[in-house]
T-cell receptor, first 112, second 114 residues
Framework: DAGITQSPRYKITETGRQVTLMCHQTWSHSYMFWYRQDLGHGLRLIYYSAAADITDKGEVPDGYVVSRSKTENFPLTLESATRSQTSVYFC???????????FGQGTRLTVV | QQQVKQSPQSLIVQKGGISIINCAYENTAFDYFPWYQQFPGKGPALLIAIRPDVSEKKEGRFTISFNKSAKQFSLHIMDSQPGDSATYFCAASSPWQGAQKLVFGQGTRLTINP
């Protein structure tokens, strides 16, 4: 199916555990993004990528790691989860130029 | 550093009324200003967008008004309907900055009372 998909949709993990959130898009968009959504803060950019093997930090990158070995995938890893990383995470992709960004359905992560 | 500031945080409007959400930006390099709509449990989806060479864009009941000199833009929803109840985000981006990343406002939770 065409589009952008995230997995899992829901995840509960313990403090200190490593967890990886997956993102896959089928449009071959160059740009991919990870945002977290928290009440009162809107959507804050964690990391972004302009192409395979090109990534850069966003507004709130601490505690997160990304990779992009293939254009279509952009996984986000929490190396040692903390309670402050409890949030809803959205992946997005965008083509070149000022075009629409498409968002996945989100992953609700709870760190206990 | 909040580059796009959005207000109000929440808004309640009666059915048939006009909903108005405002945003202000700082970076004059921004040249694309979209509004996204998000329903509970879903990802944000593009609603309407404007570029700074026009002062207004209308699509159905949704209108963006843009004031370049004041660095402000707003979303107007005419004849608001209960189905418009959602969270709305304004955003901005520039093709010359960091993979054209979108910078979002804090969001407005809109409730339309029947």
């Amino acid at each position: 199916d065409a589009g952008i998909t995230q997995s899992p949709r829901y995840k509960i993990t313990e403090t200190g555990r490593q967890v990886t959130l997956m993102c896959h898009q089928t449009w071959s968009h160059s740009y991919m993004f990870w945002y977290r959504q928290d009440l009162g803060h809107g959507l804050r950019l964690i990391y972004y990528s302009a192409a395979a093997d090109i990534t850069d930090k966003g507004e709130v990158p601490d505690g997160y790691v990304v990779s992009r070995s293939k254009t279509e995938n952009f996984p986000l890893t929490l190396e040692s989860a903390t309670r402050s990383q409890t949030s809803v995470y959205f992946c997005a992709s965008r083509g070149t130029g000022n075009t629409e960004a498409f968002f996945g359905q989100g992953t609700r992560l709870t760190v206990v | 550093q909040q580059q796009v500031k959005q207000s109000p945080q929440s808004l309640i409007v009666q059915k048939g009324g006009i909903s108005i959400i405002n945003c202000a930006y700082e970076n004059t390099a921004f040249d694309y200003f979209p509004w996204y709509q998000q329903f509970p449990g879903k990802g944000p989806a593009l609603l309407i967008a404007i570029r700074p060479d026009v002062s207004e864009k209308k699509e159905g009941r949704f209108t963006i008004s843009f004031n370049k000199s004041a660095k402000q833009f707003s979303l107007h929803i005419m004849d608001s309907q209960p189905g418009d109840s959602a969270t709305y985000f304004c955003a901005a981006s520039s093709p010359w900055q960091g993979a054209q990343k979108l910078v979002f406002g804090q969001g407005t939770r809109l409730t339309i009372n029947p």
